[in-house]
């Protein structure tokens, strides 16, 4: 039953003039009462195929004309190079065999009325049906990007050494505020789904120096956003004897080499999305600017927006701010009202904590967070105090630093975010499976 024979190096020219044996889903079908046009596709492409009722057989011929959108096949015959056919090749049919017939009462329900009728794609419809939705080309083209941009999260931290490391996604309690926090019930007491590998990751730190994962992290977001989900996938790393700035580098480095890898593996993807290659090249190529977070205030401040020093900065005004951003700038020095307790206070004005966001340009902004972490006991201690955190569930990670605590830092890289970034996706749902939202968890 194996498949030898894939549709993408048909259309490369690689069996030109040869016999062979396609396996796949019919996209489209149409013809009359002796010839059928089936585009057939598989995961890698799409090739037309034309039967002939004198050269395949009645009853062959019947079972074509009749089979559905979707229907399994196995189709042989002889491939034809064709300048008018799309991809340049078409199958002379010889034989056919139908594997999984499509039910004439319950046809296909995504075709591309329905999809022109459901507004493009972000309807209640299409999200219904989201388990056939992955069938369609613009959602294979989202998932083919997203497979490349995980492998290229693991190549650059692994080519650097990095070791991969798991935490529990039951925890005790908040690491980014108690408000986005999810409850589970747990054997009578109250667990919550972790919202970042952070703080078990800083626990590693001492043992393995230089860590990363890629895992899901939950986040109760009742707001439903462009760029936020309830679950998400979470690259995160942690370095031991770094300072902000060479945390920043890794940011910078494994973004741009996303941005490569992309440019390598999915250049024809990146097209059918109506990506600009060159963009793609610039931030594969270009340092990324760095700014304090005073001095984007201040730039808001000069488009006119009502902004106070203090405030973290939401998605309206990190829009406005990446609206002429040519490529991702990192914000640093934020105030340290603005961010969770674990933050690095910086020494030299403890106004502010030494971290970091990484704003994505084309008006998309934060796709990273991160900084240098407090890593001497009292001051965490005393930055729980002034926060007005009960220590209780964080007694572990406070213990870490009473047994040669060192300098060092991390960052989270939200995965979703970079594909709808870099795909252009117009939501964050276009470039996941099966999304999650404050109202849906099915299909
Ligand atoms: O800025 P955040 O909240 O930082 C942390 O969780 C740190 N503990 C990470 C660390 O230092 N190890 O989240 C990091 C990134 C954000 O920049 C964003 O890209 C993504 O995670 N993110 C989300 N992505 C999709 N949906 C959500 N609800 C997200 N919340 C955060
Ligand atoms: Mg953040």
Redesign the pocket.
């Known amino acids: 039953m194996a498949k030898d024979i894939w549709i993408g190096d048909v259309q490369n020219g690689d069996y030109d003039g040869q016999e062979v044996e396609l396996k796949g889903w019919i996209k489209r079908t149409r013809g009359s009462n002796k010839i059928r046009f089936v585009v057939l596709r598989d995961s890698t492409g799409t090739i037309q195929c034309v039967a002939k009722r004198d050269v395949v057989g009645d009853d062959a011929f019947e079972a074509i004309a009749s089979a559905l959108i979707e229907s399994s096949l196995i189709v042989r015959g002889t491939v034809n190079v064709d300048e008018r056919s799309e991809g340049g090749h078409e199958l002379v049919v010889s034989g056919i065999e139908i594997v999984g017939p499509v039910d004439p009462e319950r046809p296909f329900p995504i075709t591309e009325s329905a999809m022109k009728a459901a507004d493009g794609g972000e309807t209640e419809f299409l999200l219904d049906n989201r388990h056939l939705y992955l069938r369609t080309s613009r959602m294979t083209t989202m998932l083919k990007m997203r497979s490349s941009v995980f492998g290229a999260i693991h190549s650059y931290f692994r080519d650097l050494d990095f070791v991969e490391y798991q935490a529990p996604n039951f925890v005790a309690g908040a ?3 108690g408000s ?1 926090l999810f409850e589970v019930p747990y054997f009578g007491r109250k667990a919550y789904l972790t ?5 078990y ?1 800083e626990a590693a730190m001492p043992a393995l120096e230089r860590l990363y994962t890629i895992a899901p ?1 939950f ?1 109760a ?1 009742k707001s439903r956003t462009r ?8 690259a ?3 370095i031991a004897w770094a300072s902000n700035d060479e945390v920043m580098n890794h940011g910078e480095g494994v973004v741009r080499h996303i941005a490569s890898t992309l440019l390598d593996e999915r250049r024809e993807e990146l097209q059918s999305l109506g990506r600009d290659l060159e963009l793609i090249g610039r931030y594969a190529d270009s340092p990324f600017p760095r700014m304090r977070y005073d001095e984007a205030i201040e730039i808001l401040q000069g488009k006119g927006v009502d902004v106070e020093w203090g405030q973290d900065l939401d998605y309206s005004k990190e829009k406005i701010l990446t609206q002429d951003f040519e490529v991702p700038h990192f914000l640093t020095h934020y105030p340290k009202v603005a961010k ?1 307790f ?1 933050h690095r206070v910086d020494p030299e004005d403890d106004k502010y904590v030494l971290c970091h ?2 704003l994505a340009p084309e008006g998309y902004g ?6 240098e ?1 407090t890593w001497s006991e009292q001051e965490i201690l005393a930055r729980l105090e002034e926060e007005g955190t009960p220590k209780e569930a964080y007694q572990f990670y406070i213990d870490t630093r009473s047994y040669g605590g060192v300098p060092h ?10 594909c709808s970034w870099l795909g252009g996706a117009d939501h ?1 749902r276009e470039v996941i499976p099966f999304p999650r939202d404050s109202r849906r968890v099915t299909p």
Do not use: C, K, N
């Open positions: 690491v980014e505020g986005t919202q970042s590998w952070q703080l990751a992290s986040r977001e760029r936020h989900l309830t679950e998400f996938w979470h995160e790393m942690e969770p674990y966001d990484l934060e796709i990273i967070g991160g900084g972490r830092g991390g960052f989270g890289l939200g995965v979703d975010r970079v964050i």
